[in-house]
Nanobody, 118 residues
Framework: QVQLVESGGGSVQAGGSLTLSCAASGRIPSFNRMGWYRQAPGKQRDLVADMTSGGRTNYRDSVKGRFTISRDNAKNTVSLQMNSLKPEDTAVYYC????????????WGQGTQVTVSS
């Protein structure tokens, strides 16, 4: 079993910053992508940012220039530095990872709430 545990969510005023962290534990495979999704009330879960094991990153357009993803392959951790937060960033943020085991399989954290007030 693989567990992904997030930390670092909370409440902040617009313009503020938060850092989310995620650590994997258990029988950890060699992760391909690690990253973050978010889901606002009544909306679908969307990719925020992810990073491949080789370091290639992908960001949704609305967070480019404000959010930075980082990853430690040796420690199986992924973090998301969020700056210049906006009320529209309010959502539950989920840590995500996938691995070829040998078929592609995905893993999810339990989610952490981020609330940005205006």
């Amino acid at each position: 079993q693989v567990q992904l545990v997030e930390s670092g969510g909370g409440s902040v005023q617009a313009g503020g910053s938060l850092t989310l962290s995620c650590a994997a534990s258990g029988r950890i495979p060699s992760f391909n992508r690690m990253g973050w999704y978010r889901q606002a009330p009544g909306k679908q879960r969307d990719l925020v940012a992810d990073m491949t094991s080789g370091g290639r990153t992908n960001y949704r357009d609305s967070v480019k220039g404000r959010f930075t993803i980082s990853r430690d392959n040796a420690k199986n951790t992924v973090s998301l530095q969020m700056n210049s937060l906006k009320p529209e960033d309010t959502a539950v943020y989920y840590c995500y990872a996938d691995a070829y085991t040998p078929r592609l399989r995905d893993y999810w954290g339990q989610g952490t709430q981020v609330t940005v007030s205006s």
